[in-house]
């Protein structure tokens, strides 16, 4: 029997659905931004404006890139070894005994008081940074994917002894497989939380970055353009989990059906 292929876009009403929320809280903040007509609350027409001049004297497009070096470097590292952990602590119950009460303080511990203590220890550059971000993230990570690893079908392994599948198709086509959902979830979680602490880090000890700029707007009281920085990158957030993450999720889950 053939297999039927299905469509990572559709054309049905999903994007809709899922625009609806933005577009009715784009008409709320414009009604709400005209009855107030308050600085503190610019309309959306104010935003896209400062959008414009930022994108047209350059400076968006090099802070924005320099955060998202700071994201992707910080976000592979978080992963590669709070993945790699995670498994181990899922695997093993004397590693999971051993490692979970520095999990649980790592995971307790405000992203700003190690994000200043990275930089008193290892003075304000790039490796405290990515550092500070690093070890707020790892703990989320190792959690997400020690539960995969706790929850992984025993009867689907032995299957593969039984079948004498090698270790490597084992780890590829039943193990893996089963942590598909885990690694997503860990991935979204990470992207939502190292861009903030990103900002978190800019902001504290960086002199270039959104974080930064978004200071130095701050001391301006300049909402228009932090409310801009915030819309640029959130776009290039969307940007990613639709052309990226949705695609490759549904490609690598699509056993499942």
């Known amino acids: 029997m053939r297999e039927e292929v299905r469509p990572v876009f559709r054309t049905d009403g999903a994007a809709w659905l ?3 929320p933005l577009l009715l809280l784009a008409v709320v903040w414009q009604l709400a931004a005209m009855g107030l007509q308050s600085k503190a609350l610019p309309a959306p027409s104010s935003v896209l404006l400062a959008l ?3 994108i047209q004297s350059g400076d968006l497009l090099f802070h924005l890139g320099r955060t998202l070096q700071r994201v992707a470097l910080s976000f592979v590292l978080s992963m590669l070894v709070g993945v ?7 695997r093993s119950r004397r590693v999971d005994q051993t490692l979970d009460g520095l999990l649980i303080l790592a995971l307790n511990i405000p992203a700003l008081v190690t994000t200043i203590l990275c930089y008193i220890w290892f003075g304000l550059n790039e490796t405290a940074a ?4 690093v070890i707020n993230k790892v703990p989320m990570v190792a959690v997400t994917l020690r539960e995969g690893a706790r929850a992984i079908d025993q009867g689907l392994m032995e299957v593969a002894q039984v079948y004498r599948l090698s270790r490597r198709d084992t780890l590829l086509r039943v193990y893996l497989p089963q942590l598909t959902p885990y690694l997503f979830s860990a991935a979204r979680n990470g992207l939502a939380l190292i861009w903030k602490i990103v900002l978190v880090v800019e902001l504290l000890g960086r002199s270039d970055g959104v ?3 978004i200071g130095s707007f701050f001391h301006f009281f300049d909402i228009s353009s932090i409310l801009a920085y915030a819309l640029a990158f959130s776009a290039l957030i969307f940007l990613l989990e639709a052309a990226c993450l ?7 889950n699509r056993w499942r059906a």
């Open 211 to 213: 974080g930064f700029q």
């Open 52 to 54: 414009w001049h930022e």
């Open 246 to 252: 949705r695609p490759l999720e549904a490609h690598l």
């Open 84 to 90: 790699a952990l995670g498994i181990l602590m899922g």
């Open 130 to 133: 990515i550092l500070a971000v």
């Open 18 to 20: 899922r625009a609806a």
